[in-house]
């Protein structure tokens, strides 16, 4: 491992299995995808390579350059998963299909790791079972707590796993969505599963579908905090290096394609057919194969192409074209592109920490909802587009103005 000062370069080996990697896209120097700045801040913007490759072993996808953990996930770290209507429902949900099923055996004990605002960990504390979040950054646990969720400020890692299984006992379910990809260190997360969890328990864990992110070429699912992109072969692959076993799969709409793993101690459970189908699915297909990720990249090119020569020409028509979300994606499309203030003058964001900041490396600035009727543009850049109906009913009175929404997933098109 070499520290270079900026951020943590590999050998080009596996961080999973350390075979060869190969590299299949290059987005060039990136900026923290949630380092909003204050207009103020004359200090130099840290920035990385975000270059990404697959390995020859394990087919595990991942980053060939990883940020220091602290640089992301901080006290005022601004993601808040409930941020959205339809996320609500989907963890409540699951956290009610969690008490239906796994919960129902005597004094049950759930961890969450990256329970965020506690946003599935509510309805598990207000149906009084122990539970216990693990969340790094402070600002995203204290919203958790004033919901009645009991979080420990902390990564989840080995150490911090076998202090919870001394004080609370085992797990009998381990849940974990949109931050075990997050985890360059999957070896330390699997060892502190390993301390955690009971004998017959489950380790869930949701994250984006490399199989969806190929089919849609979304490109800016690619940035800092997600350094793998799993598959069921990956997964597998991971789980049983480190004594697990892959025993079922469910498929997501939410996030634009997510992927329910159920991993257990190996032996623990029988495997459910969904997991052999997708992975013949994925082999049939080459998932992690050259010819098609090379293809992925040949299309994200061109979805770059596409993007920049629509918005220069909006933008020389004299059409007004504002961003919508100030999401951590976003950071992958402005600087990849290089799209700044001329093209898209600001970005309209609910997130109230984000507002009058500047966007990440394009220095695009922040503006509350309210901006966006205030007037309307004649375009809007859907940079959450992974909550598009949610935003697009919302917005209904953009459209009936008038206004027409820009999207680059799964092309370059206007709605
Ligand atoms: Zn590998």
Redesign the pocket.
Known sequence: MITDGRSTVHPPG?R????PIRAFFDFGRQPVSDAFRDPADRSAEFHYDLAVGA?G??A?VQQSHEVPRARMFHADYPYRSSGSALMRDHFEAFAHHLLDTELKVPDPFVVEIGSNDGVMLRTIAQAGVRHLGVEPSGGAADAARAHGVRVLTEFFQEDSARRIRDEDGPAVVIFSANTVSHIARLDSVFRGVDALLAPNGVFVVEDRYLGDIVDSTAFDQIYDEHFYLFSVESVRNASRRFGFELVDITRLPVHGGTIRFTIARAGARPVAPAVGELLAVERARGLAGHRTLDRFAERTRHARTELVDLLRRLRDQGRTVVGYGATAKSATVTNYCGIGPDLVPYICDSTPAKHGKLAPGSGIPVRPPAAFADPYPDYALLFAWNHAEEIMAKEHRFAAAGGRWIRYVPRVHVV
């Open positions: 596996c999973v299995c350390g075979q390995c072993g394990c595990m």
